[in-house]
Each structure stands twice: as C-alpha cells, then as structure tokens.
C-alpha cells in the first residue's frame, strides 16, 4: 500500500523560504509522477508543481515558476518542493500526490495516492 507523508511546513515571514518534503513508502513501481497541490482557506484545491520519477520532467503552476524547485530522489522515493520568495498568498495545505504514470499531470483526479498535507503560513 504507497502512503506519502509531507512535512517541513510552518510559519514564514514573507520572503522567506521553506523546503517541504514527501517521503513515500510502498512504491512498488518504479515509473510514477509526484506532484505537490495546494488549497488555501475558502479555495480550491490548485496544481503547483509536478516531476515525473526520471526527475527530467517537470511542470510549474505559473504563479510559483521561478520561486519553487520540485525535485524526487528516486533512490528512495523522496520528494522536495523548495519554496523562496515566499508570498502570503502562498498560504496554503500543502499535499504530496503519486500516480504511476510517466507523465505529469496538472489534474488532482488524476493522482490515487495523497498524503496529509502539511500547513505552510507566510506572513506579510
């Protein structure tokens, strides 16, 4: 059974950074995609950034690009979102998703696998 636990979030003052991170265990595939969603209070759940299991291939919501490096050490499953220049429209649950797949989709219907979330507040 794949379970995915993200962790590293907090409280950040704004320009500051975070990296989260999402550790993954019964990931028997080795083809899959790991995306990072997020869903602020009152909104939706949106697409943030995704990378497909080769770490070759990667897609950015256009409101993090340039801010936010998503990377996966395939060795053991383990993902990262790097978050700078953090803005407090950032605020958000951030959740881990996996799909064994070998491209990267931007549709959260797509992904089988979620963890908890973790909360990432910026403050102005």
């Known amino acids: 059974q794949v379970q995915l636990v993200e962790s590293g979030g907090g409280l950040v003052q704004a320009g500051g950074s975070l990296t989260l991170s999402c550790t993954t265990s019964?990931?028997?595939?080795?083809?899959?995609?790991m995306s990072w969603f997020r869903q602020a209070p009152g909104k939706e759940r949106e697409f943030v950034a995704g990378?497909?299991?080769?770490?070759?291939?990667?897609s950015y919501a256009d409101s993090v690009k340039g801010r936010f490096t998503i990377s996966t050490h395939n060795a053991d499953h383990i993902g990262h979102l790097e978050m700078n220049s953090l803005k407090p429209e950032d605020t958000a649950i951030y959740y881990c998703?996996?799909?064994?797949?070998?491209?990267?989709?931007?549709?959260?219907?797509?992904?089988?696998?979620w963890g908890q979330g973790t909360q990432v507040t910026v403050s102005s």
């Open positions: 998703a996996v799909e064994f797949s070998n491209t990267v989709s931007l549709r959260q219907n797509t992904y089988s696998y």
């Open positions: 019964g990931l028997t595939y080795k083809i899959y995609a």
């Open positions: 990378i497909d299991w080769t770490g070759r291939s990667s």
